[in-house]
Every structure is written in C-alpha cells, then in structure tokens.
C-alpha cells in the first residue's frame, strides 16, 4: 500500500456481543463496511466507525453494553468524526431505544437484528444526520448473499434460520428476533460449499433452534436432518457443526443422521434448562425430563462416542431445594460431558420476571456451587476417559495464555492443546502454519475444559 493510500484508509472496530449468530451478523456488517472501503483496525481508539453489536440474554449483558458506550464518550469529544452505531438485541426494545435517545446523544445510528440487508443505507442516512438516526426495523426476512468477513481462520459460521417462536418464559430472544424464519436450502448449501471451498474445513449451521429448520416453510426444502445430512456430504469438511437444538424438537430422523453421517458432528448440545418436570413446564420447555433422557439414549445407541453437552438454568423463579435436586439427579444420569451453567436473570418483558417468586441470591449461588461441583467432576471423568487417545484435531490458532501451544478441536469439541516448542522460534509463520490444519495427537493429560495432546502427526 502506498502512502496515500494509508493516510485516506478509514478503519472499522466492531465490538460483538453474545451468541454465535449475533458473531455472524458481525461478519456481515464487517462486509457492507470493507465493500464502502473500510479497513479493519484493532481497537476503538483507532477507529472511524465503531459498532457495537450487542446481546440481551442476561442483565450482565446489558450493563456491560451500556458500561463500554459510556467509555466511547471521551472517544467520540476528542475525535468528532467517529461514527458511532449500536445494534443487536438490546436495541431491539423500545426502553433501551429511549435509553440510547436521550441519555448517548453521540450515538449516530441505532439498528436492529434484521437490518443487515440495508445497513449501508442505513449507515449513509445517519452519517448526513446530526442527531441519532433510529433505524431499527422489524424483525423479518432472511439474508443470503450479502458481503460478509469471516472472522474465524477455522470456522465458517453459516446461518440456517432466524428467530425463535419457542417463547421460553425467562428468554428475551424471540422479543429481539422475531419468529422463525428459515432460509432456502439452496442458498445454505451454496454458502457452505463456497466455504468448503475457500479451505474452511469447519462450517457451523446456526440458528436459535436449528432442529426447527423448514417448518416455517412447511418443509418445502426439507427439515434440519436433510439439510444437515446433504451439507455434511460437501467435500473437504472435517466436522459439521450445528447450534443450538431444542430437544421437543429433537426427530427420529436427525438422530439416524447423527448416527450416518460421519462428517456431522459426534457431538450434540441439547439445552436441559431443569431437570424438575414441574419447573420444566412452567419455563414452558414441552418436554419432561423422562423424555429428554430418552433422547440422550438414543443418542449414545446410535453414535456411542458422542459427547453431549447442555446449558442449564439455576433458580427460575419458584424453584425449590426439591427441584434442584431433580436436576442434579438428571445431571448424574445423563453424564453431560460438559455444561454451561447460568444463574437465572430476570429480563424485563418475559412472564418469569413478572413473578413474585424470586429466589434468593444466596440460595441461588449454593445451588450453583453444588452444580459445578458435580458437572466439573463428571467433565473431568470424561476428559480423563480420552486420555491414551488417538484423535483428529482441527488447530484453531496459538494458545491465549502459552505462545508456546497451539489449541485445537477433536471433531466431539473437546478443547486440546498441543505444546510445539519450536513455535516461539518463528512465532508467526508457525502459527499460520498450523491454524485451519487437522493434525493427529495423542491425548497424555486431561482437565475440567481442556486436553493435552502431543503432536504425532500433520
Ligand atoms: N436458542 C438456544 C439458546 C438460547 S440462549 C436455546 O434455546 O437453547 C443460551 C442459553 O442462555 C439458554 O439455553 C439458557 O440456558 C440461557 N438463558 C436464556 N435466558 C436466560 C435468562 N433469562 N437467565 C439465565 N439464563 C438464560
Ligand atoms: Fe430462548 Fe427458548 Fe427460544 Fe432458546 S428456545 S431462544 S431459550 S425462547
Ligand atoms: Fe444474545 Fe441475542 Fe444471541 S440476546 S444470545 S445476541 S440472540
């Protein structure tokens, strides 16, 4: 580049917030801005355009949302031109709209989670305004073929559907993204092959409820086991990944295709949320934890190595020590290889926040001690299990924490870390070496999250 070029570069910062599709909207807004002709910079003090994408799942989000705004201020006084736009779920409720309205006046552009197809006009239209520009529109439509950065060396995120019709009685998310909707299987397809071909040897299929595929279209292009079976037949994948599933909606046929398939995933996250039948049916869940359990034995029958893993709800509200107990007991039956954990947070607009029986916090942190206790023990037993092991792992890029590892995936998404020495001699070129590649390793020592493997071949 020359230097001309450099001084008229403008640059980018997009800072996301929340779940995987919330990442691969991020990469669609990165697209429209480098398709204007923007450049990708590392952090808010060097940017033109900074956007925060945000997520609303849990009060914690939203503080931490409204925390870094408050932090662009400063920013935004030194340097007056800086664009500054919000988007995503949060800004998908009329209160925190206000909020941004008459409290963030240096906010140019709000937008919503199904903008992306007109976000350059929406990003052309604020930057002439003086005052912030509220372009939120209703949640509708499907996106294919829009500009899009892929952010992930290794994983090409590809969303299947949009929105959630479950309506969950403590979820915000079918408020901020509207019903399901899904998208033909033909664009899909094309965008996995696309990324199959681009050297992507990981592709995730994403939506709030993927198993839900084709049902918004009356099956017109298949359900979620045809469209899972036909991308995990594109050439050069090693894994196909999909999230998140819903267990009601969990069919006999995507569990035979599970267990075909050898290119789909060996792995199955399956949100439990409680295993006490009564909270289940008060979350509005429409399973029981007899049936959930049922799911989980098919599963293992027909791929035995698969590893299951599950998100789980402490204290909605009226949860009693009984009902905690049903869920540790299905935790014990089930063996989750791993969990992800979250102290129930009351969102404003959802029936279970209306409720009156709200636990308290100190029994909410004592129930949550005791289910980590036990999922970390049984994470742990699982890990210890891979130990001797030889196993395929996609490397993913040099460890956070040792410059001297390189981490990866086993096609069943358990985390490995394989320590390369040699890597602090060419830091860089080593790292690129190996990010994107499958090597094979053998498993030596197993923890709580993590793997270590050694290095057998590339
Ligand atoms: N659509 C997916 C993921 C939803 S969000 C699904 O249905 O599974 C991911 C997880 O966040 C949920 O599975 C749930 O365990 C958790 N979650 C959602 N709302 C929450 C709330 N209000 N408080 C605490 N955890 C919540
Ligand atoms: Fe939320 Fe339930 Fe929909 Fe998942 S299925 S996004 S938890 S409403
Ligand atoms: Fe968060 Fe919205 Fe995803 S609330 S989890 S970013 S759908």
Redesign the pocket.
Known sequence: MDSKAIEVAKTYFIQTFG?QQNENDSEILAGHLEQIGYLPCESPEEADVVLLNTCS??ENADDRFFGHLGRLKPLKQKKPHMFIGVGGCILMQPQNQEKILSSFPYVDLIFGTADLGRFPDLFFKAADQRRTHLGVGPAEGVFSDLPMVRKKAHRALVSIMYG?N?F?T????PYTRGRERSRPKADILREVERAAENGYKEVMLLG??VNAYGKDMDYRDGDFASLLAEASEIPGLFVVRFM?S?PKDVSDRLIKVIGEKEKVEPHFHL?L?SGSDRVLREMNRRYTSAEYLKIVEKLRKVRPEIALTT???VGFPGETEDDFQKTLELVEKARFDAA?T????A?EG?PAAERDDQIEREIINDRYRRLTDLQYALSLESNERQIGKTVDVLITGRSETNAEVMSGRTADNRLVHIPLPELSQSPDNAEEYYTNRVVSAEIVAAGSFALEGRLITL
Do not use: A, K, L
């Open positions: 779940c799942i849990r959630c479950n969950c403590y979820c915000i998310v709030q409820n998140t819903h949100p949320q998100d789980i709800i992800f979250f102290i129930y947070s969102r959802t």
